[in-house]
């Protein structure tokens, strides 16, 4: 089946960096865009970006260009997000999820990391 | 960047009723690109509909999606109680996909 595993919890200071993971299997890694969401406490999910893992194109989300960076091991399955220059407002559950092309709806969904930003 | 805007923001209903929720968007939106989710607290979204009114696998038919344009519905024909949560819809026309502030169904 399907599965999705993101990487633990995280707390971080104002101004570090933070890399969640993101680690697919029960498919062919490279035939799914993954996209990263985020949800602040008591918002609606926000779009960061995606990255397609067959080749490692991206796209961001003009909100965090310049800031985050995503990228993949395709020897593992693993796709991360690199998020630095972090504020309180940064503060979020990061999910991926993954898509079968560039224009398709997020199908299956990993089980969500939260990131703590702390001045 | 289309913006999506949700109505109500709260609906509090009984099992059994019929509920309609809305979607409207800033601008036009290809049908073929348009979903709806379902989150639960302490959970991920849930795909329901994408492509408007086409149910994700193992969504029960008493959800069903219908729009076109800027203008979008979900309905679900008869609450359970496992339907108590929060609807987002989503756009995924364009970039930067968009999802709406969510409406939720309370008991």
């Known amino acids: 089946q399907v599965q999705l595993v993101q990487s633990g919890a995280e707390v971080k200071k104002a101004g570090a960096s933070v890399k969640v993971s993101c680690k697919a299997s029960?498919?062919?890694?490279?035939?799914?865009?993954i996209h990263w969401v985020r949800q602040a406490p008591g918002q609606g999910p926000e779009w960061v970006g995606m990255?397609?893992?067959?080749?490692?194109?991206?796209s961001y989300s003009q909100r965090f260009q310049g800031r985050v960076t995503m990228t993949r091991d395709t020897s593992t399955s693993t796709v991360y997000m690199d998020l630095s220059s972090l504020r309180s407002e940064d503060t979020a559950v990061y999910y991926c999820a993954n898509a079968q092309d560039y224009f398709s709806y997020f199908e299956y969904w990993g089980q969500g990391t939260l990131v703590t930003v702390s001045s | 960047e289309t913006v999506l805007t949700q109505s109500p923001g709260t609906l509090s209903l009984f099992p059994g009723e019929r509920v309609t929720l809305s979607c409207r968007a800033s601008?036009?939106?290809?049908?073929?690109?348009f979903a709806w989710y379902q989150q639960k607290p302490g959970q991920a979204p849930r795909l329901l509909i994408y492509a408007t009114s086409s149910r994700a696998t193992g969504i029960p038919d008493r959800f069903s999606g219908s729009g076109s344009g800027t203008d979008f519905t979900l309905t679900i024909s008869r609450l359970e109680p496992e339907d108590f949560a929060v609807y987002y819809c989503?756009?995924?026309?364009?970039?930067?996909?968009?999802f709406g502030p969510g409406t939720k169904v309370d008991i």
């Open positions: 989503l756009q995924y026309a364009s970039s930067p996909r968009t």
């Open positions: 601008q036009s939106v290809n049908s073929n690109y």
């Open positions: 029960g498919y062919t890694f490279t035939n799914y865009w």
């Open positions: 990255i397609n893992p067959n080749g490692g194109y991206t």
